[in-house]
């Protein structure tokens, strides 16, 4: 069986951890390990490889973080734009035989009971290799409005509901034999796209051709990576495989379960996780070694910090998230408010809703130390073996400092090293490079002066990675 794992999501809900350049499935929020690594260790013991579904920024961390893991081999599939599942499935399936078994799954989500989980798969599993569409349907715990909802007899799925109201929600509790959507599916890749033809035609089509103008291969991955064309893309009908495929067919089938399953939408979902029975605050635990909040009289609070100490004295019930660069306060039960706020960010500072202080490149990290008028400096940290692309700026001169490593140099048409302690100046409008030829991370600090330091004021003449 081959597990699709969806990894398009943006985690509006979780900023500012989750940002659009480091959505939620790869922040590390569990034992150091992100959700996207999660899935993938989860499903090694039920899938024989991956087959993740991504844009293209996502690729270079999905390919980071799988080689801090010991995982199966993996696959991947570039869309240049989200058409929502609907197209990311079918154009997967595409990709696979027609009897190929897949089991589709968010990077996103977190299941605590692996034992209920593997049954489920297995029973699913089952149920696929008899010509079904299988879904698993989650027993509900409380009367949640957030989510879709299954009405099942056993196996059979009786409907689908749309996200009820309070009243409804609890009705359905109470009713027994209503399971949340999961978003978790199981099918024969040609059953499920001879289905979409039926009830999508659009879709199936304009999914078909774009696989027929795909290309094969990335600088990093060869064979493994098929890219999606951004106009073939933009063509495709954008649609859930709920709304396109599984409420129409007569081939549907579910599986209930209980799995300890949670899909983290929310920071009141996730202290929900953090917390434990007593009434004490829920502090997320980092692997950056934060520094421990200090609570006088403060209890039934989230909270999620970095490096700044914390403290909080006779407040109850509140979420707090501190990042290096934004800090948001909210009450427990009203986080749902945060993508409105997101919305604000981005008309008002949209690079705090795109990207953290700390951002992941294919080649390594930088992090943003100061940001002012004319300036700015940033710590980067460039692997072994990694090189930035060939590029320029139009507003911008810059001064490399290097502090542990060799970086190789490329200006203009000079080629030369600058070792620990050493510096050099690159001038606005010079073609440049730098790479990292050693062992060990090369870091170093970069000021940049201009009227203008913005990350869109780079022109790439040459990228290894595609970009």
Same mark, same amino acid.
């Given at each position: ?8 999501? #943006? ?35 039920? !899938?024989?490889?991956? +087959? ?7 690729? +270079? ?18 869309? &240049?734009?989200? *058409? ?23 990077? =996103? ?10 049954? $489920? ?15 698993? @349907?989650?027993?509900?715990?409380? &009367?949640?409005?957030?989510? @879709? ?19 409804? $929600? *609890? ?20 059953? +499920? ?24 291969? !990335? ?22 495989? =709920? ?13 209930? !379960?209980?799995?300890?399953? #949670?899909?983290? @939408?929310?920071? =009141? ?15 997320? &635990? ?97 692997? &072994? ?27 203009? #048409? ?18 440049? *490079? ?19 330091? @913005? ?13």
């Amino acid at each position: 069986m081959i597990n699709i794992i969806l990894c398009g999501g #943006s985690g509006t809900r979780l900023w500012p951890l989750s940002r659009t350049m480091l959505p939620k499935q790869f922040v590390r929020l569990f034992d150091g390990y992100s959700l996207f690594q999660d899935t993938v260790i989860r499903n090694q013991s039920v !899938c024989r490889h991956s +087959f993740v579904i991504s844009n293209t920024e996502q690729y +270079f961390l999905a390919v980071d973080q799988l080689s801090q893991i010991s995982s199966l081999p993996s696959r991947f599939l570039l869309e &240049p734009e989200g *058409r929502n599942t609907a197209p990311a499935i079918a154009l997967a399936c595409l990709a696979l035989d027609e009897d190929d078994l897949v089991f589709v799954t968010t990077s =996103d989500h977190l299941v605590k009971d692996q034992n209920a989980y593997e049954n $489920a798969v297995i029973k699913a599993k089952s149920l696929a290799e008899q010509g079904n569409l299988v879904t698993f @349907g989650i027993q509900p715990t409380y &009367p949640e409005t957030g989510f @879709g909802y299954i009405e099942a007899s056993g196996n059979d799925v009786l409907s689908f509901k749309e996200k009820p109201s309070v009243k409804l $929600a *609890r009705s359905y509790l109470e009713a027994g034999n209503y399971y949340w959507n999961s978003g978790m599916f199981c099918f024969k890749a040609g059953v +499920f796209l001879a289905e979409l033809q039926q009830h999508s035609p659009e879709i199936y089509e304009a999914s078909l051709r774009a696989m027929r103008s795909a290309k094969e291969g !990335c600088a990093s991955q060869d064979d493994k990576v098929i890219k999606i064309d951004l106009d073939a893309m933009q063509s495709i009908p954008e649609d859930s495989i =709920d709304y396109a495929v599984m409420e129409k067919s007569d081939m549907v089938k579910v599986v209930p !379960c209980d799995m300890g399953w #949670s899909d983290l @939408g929310s920071f =009141d979902a996730l202290y929900d996780e953090v917390k434990d029975d007593s009434n004490e605050n829920a502090v997320l &635990p980092r692997i950056d070694k934060s520094p421990v909040p200090i609570c006088i009289d403060s209890k039934n609070n989230l909270l999620v910090t970095r490096d700044r100490q914390l403290a909080l004295v006779d407040v109850e019930d509140l979420l707090v998230v501190d990042t290096s660069d934004a800090i948001l306060i909210s009450k427990k039960g009203s986080s749902q408010k945060v993508k409105q706020v997101v919305s604000m960010i981005k008309k008002q500072s949209p690079e705090l809703a795109e990207i953290h202080r700390l951002a992941h490149r294919p080649w390594g990290t930088y992090e943003v130390l100061i940001d002012s008028e004319q300036y700015k400096v940033k710590r980067i940290v460039v692997k &072994p073996g990694s090189k930035l692309s060939l590029q320029k700026h139009f507003h911008r001169n810059e001064h490399w400092i290097v502090v542990s490593g060799t970086a190789t140099v490329t200006v203009d #048409s000079n080629v030369f090293l600058v070792r620990a302690n050493e510096s050099t100046y690159i001038q606005m409008g010079q073609v440049h *490079r730098l790479e990292n030829q050693g062992k060990i991370d090369l870091v170093m600090i970069e000021v940049q002066v201009g009227e203008y330091t @913005g990350e869109d004021d780079i022109v790439r003449i040459e990228d290894i990675y595609g970009r």
